[in-house]
């Protein structure tokens, strides 16, 4: 491979997105609306919820996630909101429901793990109350290679396993179930969003930076990869900076 091939590879440097892109709330709406709430999302290990009664919640845009596992080992996932008068079911990012069901902590409103109203703790149900209409709002869940997956859109989401197509055969030979989580952390779909609007010489400035590490980053890149090439029985990652130079294979400056 030379420079000349590296050329025919590599054309030109694409674009990078606009700036405003990551911080503008307009466009983060949208971007929540099309994509966040209506993709299948990995949003833990399942060992985070291996246990009968153990839970999680996850934060999707603004919308917050409960996953339980119930009392027959089966995963759930729920909007966290009681549906009484909408107050938040679990504070916690994770844990466990000893008694076995979920207690709103407003008026005790009851729910079993796998969302179905139970009761409530100071009042009984008024004429015509259906329990059935009562559960709580279900979030769509799924489970491959030890993840758990949400989707928002419930019970209009598409099977995990159809949006998945061929990743499963490609991956078996990985175990990736086998892998135990070594450190979760939330996921996030918050905007970096500024106090102030940027000014159009800040945005400018923020588009010639990125393009800046954007070239940077293809340099490295290829020089990494010439560096690797085999020249007769010599590899170039053997040789020294400056005989690697005068070979040609390396254009820039020295790096300080
Ligand atoms: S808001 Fe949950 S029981 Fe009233």
């Known amino acids: 491979m030379d420079r000349e091939r590296t050329g025919q590879l590599l054309p030109r440097l694409e674009k990078t997105l606009p700036s405003q892109h990551y911080f503008d709330p307009d466009h983060h709406r949208r971007e929540l609306h099309a994509i966040w709430y209506r993709s299948w999302l990995c949003v833990g290990r399942v060992e985070e919820v291996a246990q009968s009664r153990d839970y ?17 080992g089966r995963l759930h996932a729920f909007h966290n909101t009681c549906r009484h008068r909408g107050s938040l079911l679990c504070s916690g990012s994770q844990g466990r429901f000893r008694g076995g069901s979920i207690v709103c902590p407003y008026h005790g409103w009851t729910y079993s793990l796998a969302g179905e109203w ?30 758990i997956f949400v989707n928002l859109l419930g019970p ?15 991956f078996a030979n990985w ?21 102030q609007p940027l000014t ?17 980053a293809a340099a490295n890149y290829w020089d990494d990869a010439l560096a690797k090439v085999d020249i007769g029985d010599v590899r ?21």
């Open 118 to 147: 139970l009761g409530a703790r100071h009042q009984l149900p008024a004429a015509g109350f259906r329990k059935s209409d009562h559960s709580l709002h279900a979030v769509a869940v799924g489970e491959w290679a030890g993840s």
């Open 175 to 195: 175990r990736l179930e086998a892998l135990p989580a070594f450190k979760t952390g939330p996921l996030s779909t918050k905007p970096a969003v500024p106090d």
């Open 236 to 256: 170039a990652d053997m040789l020294s900076w400056e005989q690697a130079q005068q070979m040609g294979l390396m254009k820039k400056d020295k790096p300080a």
């Open 56 to 72: 999680k919640v996850v934060e999707v845009g603004d919308q917050g996630i409960l996953v339980t596992r119930d009392l027959e």
């Open 200 to 216: 159009t010489a800040e945005l400018q400035a923020l588009d010639k930076a990125a393009e800046k590490v954007t070239q940077q």
């Open 156 to 170: 209009d989401a598409p099977p995990l396993h159809s949006v998945l197509g061929e990743i499963p055969a490609r």
